[in-house]
């Protein structure tokens, strides 16, 4: 080992130093140098001394907060599949399988393509290549039903990392969450194939020596489509009960919870989300204050929906259904709490998260033509949140200034 | 009389803290004053090598204001003036001359007599003594300007960063000077002076000053907490500060009619030999280099003057410098870890629960060395600068109003009572590794320079 180290520090790193042959690749370098070691800079000024978290561990943390989901993801795309297509020798192995060769090229398209931005806007700005990326290439995997076409996810996380991030500066400067931002774009451009309201059990080609692997699939299947629970819900006629139409298309809550149901990738199971969420807050990467008030807050519009005399069998859902049904969970847990696009002060983050969970419910419930809220309410409420912030600020500032004259006149 | 509990903050456990015991550090040859150490000075050199000098006569003057004197600290040879960046002089070297140490005489005072100078005469007596820059001011935190007119006084007398020269100690047979450098103080200032102390110190109570004792964690010992809680400071308000020992310099010299000769440093950090890590009495600009070859572990180190949260970078050949009591030697840590993005992290120190160690070793002295433990990033507004931060400030908010160079919302936010020290511990535990003291130190100069 000593010898390779040495061997990249005296040999290879000053071809990308300033002056080298590959300057212009400086921040590649870096990164992949910085992968194996942590850099040997020492302080410049006063504290001497810092704490050893860096970006790099705290970006790699929240993807180790995501692989429940990830993994219980996988199974499930398999599983679905399996079950949809009719395939019968199948197998919790031929399941795992199936769902990877489902799932893992969109997480490979993901980063990739993700990466190439990342690196080429690090590149041309001559500033390091930052670790967020790799968050935002597994957050947007994630959030994607399992057939999406790959050349939709290049697309999706091109507009995610670029408009979404790149061009106001990078990370820590933008304004709403990337990966969110890619799945926004793809929601309204394409809208047949990611579309909230159906997804797609569906058929992905078919090899046949693969057979023994993944299992073998029941001829002249089509990919079925089913819609998800949100849009059977929304379209419970009035009068009816939602939750026994969801039941009746086999929707039950233990289902929905467990999330052995089809949708997005990784946000379908409530259990395998609070694993992430509590491995963020033992951590303490995330922050309670969203994860809690957004919960109250999706509970409370909930109960609000219940007890109004609305002529809408959605309203009187429930809110526990509104809590583990569709991408709400994921959102509050994962893509709320993204600390750069989040509210900065504590209060700030009481309101944002409260307001991420009513404002989902009321999406849902109140507006027809977009069955799944919490999308649209993350992103709504991360250009809010610079506002909510600047009224807690000057909340504070006023607070203070009373403080001091008072101390003074004392 | 009050007592102060600060709730938010935090103790960076370093391994090497000074014994409580003093020792006297030998005569030395060498001697050297640092006009770079008082910061945004303009000094005129009254001196030049070769001169031969008296212990009192004068070094440089303040350009700015000619009434600002500095002076020397022995009598002897001046060797050398070194020069620096823009022909400042950075360093002025004085052979000492040990058989004839004819000192000036000043006026001298008692601890009553003090009192009932008019405040003008006293200010222009330490102005001319040389001992003024030793009283700073908020707001920014400089040499306190001679004509304003404070609303208070503040002695330092707590001090909780890792290290700080325990004031008990010292102050062991110099109550009267102290007493009679509280009386002066108190011919400065409308107000009170207000003696901070620690809870658990062996202070006694003095006359003519409120004492305060503050418990809690760092920085439940920095002047800015103590101002925040007793009186904060508004815009248009100006408080003096000052370091509890250098309350005693200032009574010596009024009392004896001469430029007080000594003064005593901690020497601590894991940089030093453990029989080494204790309080020195030394001679003010007198050569440490002698006790530093010897206590100095055998490998590259820092040296700062100072704590560790705030002190400077100095080289090995320094001499006892104007401002601090501490000396404090830290490890060049260059090393680099495999793969430090996944590793448990116990053997890292860390406050935040992604490395092990926060649960189980924060208790545990650690010797900690100067590396960086990670790249710089762009800085995220997160709200964790603010966790250790008993100031009310929100130091997130107040960080970026500085980086925008942001005045009116610098000032909103409180700046004007903080100094870049109050920051130390944001800047330790932030992620990103921004450079919050700096951030600050030019928020706090572009607040000067554009006025309030």
Redesign the interface.
């Known amino acids: ?1 000593k010898f390779l ?1 040495d061997f990249m520090d005296k040999k290879i790193a000053p071809l990308f130093e300033k002056g080298g042959k590959f300057e212009l690749f400086h921040p590649l370098f ?1 990164m992949g140098d ?25 970006m ?2 929240v993807i180790y907060a995501l692989f429940p989901c990830l993994f219980f993801g996988i199974w499930n795309a398999g599983n679905q599949f399996n079950t949809a297509n009719g395939v019968e020798n199948a197998t919790f192995w031929t399941d795992i399988i199936r769902g990877s060769s489902m799932v893992l090229p969109i997480i490979f398209v993901s980063y990739l393509v993700g990466g190439l931005w990342e690196v080429l806007f690090a590149c041309v700005r001559r500033h ?1 290549i ?2 967020g990326f790799l968050v935002t290439g597994m957050l947007f995997p994630l959030v994607l039903p399992p057939t999406l076409p790959l050349w939709q996810v290049a697309i999706g996380i091109s507009f995610g990392i670029v408009i979404g991030k790149e061009i106001f ?5 933008n304004i709403l969450n990337p990966a969110l931002t890619a799945r926004a774009f793809l929601f309204f451009a394409y809208p047949a194939q990611i579309s909230g309201d159906k997804v797609w059990v569906g058929s992905f080609g078919d090899v046949p020596l693969l057979d023994k692997l993944l299992g073998t699939v029941a001829e002249n299947v089509d990919g079925v489509t089913r819609a998800t629970p949100l849009a059977i819900a929304a379209a419970a006629e009035t009068g009816t009960d939602a939750v026994t139409a969801l039941n009746t298309s086999g929707f039950t809550l233990s289902n929905l919870t467990l999330g052995t149901i089809p949708g997005c990738i990784g946000s379908t199971s409530a259990v395998a989300i609070l694993l992430g969420a509590v491995f963020l807050l ?4 995330a ?1 309670w204050r969203v994860m809690l008030s957004g919960l109250i807050g999706c509970a409370a519009m909930g109960a609000l929906f219940n007890v109004l005399p609305l002529d809408n069998s959605f309203a009187a859902l429930p809110f526990v259904y509104h809590i583990v049904m569709g991408g709400f969970l994921f959102g509050i847990v994962f893509m709320a709490t993204d ?2 696009s989040c509210s ?3 209060t700030g ?1 009481l309101i944002y998260g409260f307001l991420i969970g009513a404002l989902t419910v009321l999406i849902r419930v109140a507006n027809p033509a977009y069955p799944e809220g919490a999308m649209l309410a993350i992103l709504f409420m991360n250009v809010m949140s610079p506002l909510i ?1 600047h009224f807690v ?1 000057q909340a ?2 006023k ?3 009373a ?3 008072a ?2 006149n004392a | 009389m009050a007592n102060f509990k600060i709730k938010k903050g935090f103790d ?1 456990k ?1 391994e090497g803290k000074p014994k409580a015991f003093i020792e006297e550090y030998a005569t030395q040859h060498l001697f050297a004053v640092y006009p770079s150490e008082f910061e945004g000075l303009k000094p005129r050199l009254k001196v030049q090598a070769g001169d031969i000098i008296k212990r009192g006569d004068v070094l440089f003057e303040n350009k700015q204001n000619e009434k600002m004197l500095f002076r020397s600290p022995c009598s002897g040879t001046v060797r050398a003036v070194n020069l620096g960046e823009r022909r400042f002089p950075v360093e002025i070297l004085i052979e000492c001359d040990l058989q004839n140490q004819e000192s000036i005489t000043f006026e001298t005072y008692t601890s009553e007599t003090i009192g009932k100078l008019p405040k003008k005469q006293l200010v222009d007596h330490l102005l001319n003594t040389g001992l003024w820059p030793l009283i700073k001011q908020r707001p920014f935190s400089k040499i306190a300007d001679p004509e304003a007119s404070p609303k208070a006084v503040f002695i330092n007398a707590a001090g909780s960063a890792p290290f700080q020269a325990d004031f008990s100690l010292i102050l062991k047979g110099d109550e009267e000077a102290f007493q009679t450098g509280i009386n002066a103080l108190a011919g400065l200032t409308e107000g009170a002076v207000h003696l901070c102390k620690s809870a658990g110190s062996d202070i006694p109570d003095f006359k003519n000053a409120e004492s305060h004792i503050f418990s809690g964690k760092h920085p439940s010992g920095n002047t800015s907490v103590h101002i925040n809680r ?5 815009p248009n308000d100006t408080v003096y500060t000052i370091a509890a020992q250098d309350v005693i310099l200032i009574g010596k010299l009024l009392t004896t009619g001469e430029l007080p000769k000594t003064k005593v440093i901690a020497l601590g950090g894991p940089g030093v030999k453990e029989e080494f890590r204790q309080h020195y009495k030394v001679e003010v600009g007198a050569n440490l280099q002698p006790l530093l070859e010897k206590a100095l572990e055998d490998r590259e180190v ?1 040296i ?1 003057s ?1 704590n ?6 100095i080289p090995q050949n320094t001499c006892a410098r104007y401002y601090g009591s501490e000396i ?1 030697v ?1 490890e ?11 590793m448990p ?1 116990l053997l ?8 092990l ?1 926060s649960f189980l070793k924060l208790k545990q002295s650690w010797k ?16 964790w600068m603010d966790r250790y931060q008993p100031l ?3 130091t ?2 107040l960080v970026r109003a500085a980086l925008a160079l942001d005045t009116d919302e610098m000032i ?3 700046i004007l009572e903080t100094d ?2 109050d920051f ?2 944001a ?7 921004t ?1 919050v ?2 951030i600050i130190k030019r928020g706090l100069e572009e607040i000067e320079k554009e006025g309030i």
């Open positions: 080992m180290f870096e910085t992968f194996f070691r942590t850099p040997p800079d020492v302080t410049k000024s006063a504290p001497h001394i810092r704490d050893s978290i860096d970006q790099k561990r705290l790699v943390f390091e930052n670790e500066g990078g990370v820590g400067y033992i951590t303490g990467i922050s600390p750069v900065a002060t504590n983050k912030d600020v504070h500032i607070k203070r200034t403080y001091a004259r101390l003074n | 960076i370093v007793i009186s904060p400071i508004q820092r700062i100072g560790v949260l705030s002190g400077d970078q404090f830290l060049e840590d260059r090393s680099r870890n495999i793969l430090g993005w996944t992290g890292q120190y860390s406050v935040h629960r992604v490395n160690s900690l060395g100067t590396n960086t433990h990670g790249s710089h990033r762009a800085m995220v507004v997160t709200g009310n400030i929100m997130d908010y909103q936010l409180g870049p020290e130390a511990l800047s330790f535990i932030d992620p990103h590794k450079d003291c700096g």
